[in-house]
């Protein structure tokens, strides 16, 4: 699968953008989704995940009640809402497949077996 992720940008603080990551090449719904994010000198970080039918969430605690993960499995498209965004939220963030039921908590990296390109996301004070 080939993942495509859009939306990013510059932003004020406490500001929104809703990203979004396009899959193509492979059945969408047979894939759990995850968003990561990494900024300048820090490890890949765990965001937002969704799993494949029912569309069950989980988030990362410094992100938890901002941001919104949900997809759209007629348009192969992940979302993700981010609100109130803060100086920390900037990075680059990714979107990533792993197939469903596959190994491992959709909370760290190596279970994901495919990755967008990355969008930048940069919040100013």
């Known amino acids: 699968v080939q993942l495509q992720a859009s939306g990013g940008g510059l932003v004020q603080s406490g500001g929104s953008l809703r990203l979004s990551c396009a899959a193509s090449?492979?059945?969408?719904?047979?894939?759990?989704m995850g968003w990561f994010r990494q900024a300048p000198g820090k490890e890949r970080e765990f965001v937002a995940s969704?799993?494949?039918?029912?569309?069950?969430?989980d988030s990362g605690d410094s992100v938890k009640g901002r941001f919104t993960i949900s997809r759209d499995n007629a348009k192969n498209t992940v979302y993700l809402q981010m609100n109130s965004l803060k100086p920390e939220d900037t990075a680059v963030y990714y979107c990533?497949?792993?197939?469903?039921?596959?190994?491992?908590?959709?909370?760290?990296?190596?279970?994901?077996?495919?990755w967008g390109q990355g969008t930048q996301v940069t919040v100013s004070s």
């Open positions: 990533a497949a792993r197939p469903r039921a596959g190994l491992g908590s959709l909370r760290e990296v190596w279970p994901y077996q495919y």
């Open positions: 090449g492979s059945t969408f719904i047979r894939y759990d």
């Open positions: 969704i799993r494949w039918g029912p569309d069950s969430t």
